[in-house]
């Protein structure tokens, strides 16, 4: 069974950093591209970042370039989000999804984490 | 903002079918980049319910169709029924902004 499970999410200041982890088990991970991806509370969905199954390519919403690094440890199963210099509109549920990718831009998400809630305020 | 504007709401009585529209421009759908739907219960995460345009994950029902054309993708839901009550989300690429985009989302409510 796929099982993503997010981690890392609270409260923190504006201008503050906080590291989301995704810890992954039931598939292969080192073979799936991975995104996150942030719902602000009562909003619609925003995809936020992707890495590819090798972590040599990433991609990110305006927005949060420059802000955000997303990686991955094949190693550990892990996804991670590292978010600096938040700001009160990255306030949201934080989603991890296992990404099938089928070609140079056909992606989708076939498996979803619960999510964690991270809250920018002072 | 979103690129992919689909309706607020729509409603539906038990048994019914309602059709969700997805519409985009040239620098997405129109671009020929494939469309995903995505339904949300109320506080849950998003599970994925057609990929590529028109195809549905095992265990989807197919009651669930969707389907692409110019600009613009729907999904439809025939013989509605209460546990289909949802959000539900388009999602594309869009070669304008070098990524991924979701729509804006759609409440379904079954009356």
């Known amino acids: 069974e796929v099982q993503l499970l997010e981690s890392g999410g609270g409260l923190v200041q504006p201008g503050g950093s906080l590291r989301l982890s995704c810890e992954v088990s039931g598939f292969t991970f080192s073979r799936y591209a991975m995104r996150w991806v942030r719902q602000a509370p009562g909003k619609g969905l925003e995809w936020v970042s992707v890495i590819s199954e090798s972590d040599s390519s990433t991609n990110y919403v305006d927005s949060v370039k420059g802000r955000f690094t997303i990686s991955r440890d094949n190693s550990k199963n892990m996804l991670y989000l590292q978010m600096n210099s938040l700001r009160a509109e990255d306030t949201a549920v934080y989603y991890c999804?296992?990404?099938?990718?089928?070609?140079?831009?056909?992606?989708?998400?076939?498996?979803w984490g619960q999510g964690t809630l991270v809250t920018v305020s002072s | 903002q979103s690129v992919l504007t689909q309706p607020p709401s729509v409603s539906g009585a038990p048994g019914q079918r309602v059709t969700i529209s997805c519409t985009g421009s040239?620098?997405?759908?129109?671009?020929?980049?494939?469309v995903h739907w995505y339904q949300q219960l109320p506080g849950t995460a998003p599970k994925l319910l057609i990929f590529v345009n028109n195809n549905r994950p095992s265990g989807v029902p197919d009651r669930f169709s969707g389907s692409k054309s110019g600009t613009s993708a729907s999904l439809a839901i025939t013989g509605l029924q209460a546990e289909d009550e949802a959000d539900y989300y388009c999602?594309?690429?869009?070669?304008?902004?070098?990524?991924?985009?979701f729509g804006t989302g759609t409440k379904v409510t079954v009356l």
């Open positions: 999602q594309s690429y869009d070669s304008s902004l070098n990524g991924y985009v």
């Open positions: 040239s620098s997405n759908i129109g671009a020929t980049y494939d």
């Open positions: 999804a296992k990404d099938r990718r089928y070609s140079d831009y056909g992606y989708y998400s076939d498996s």
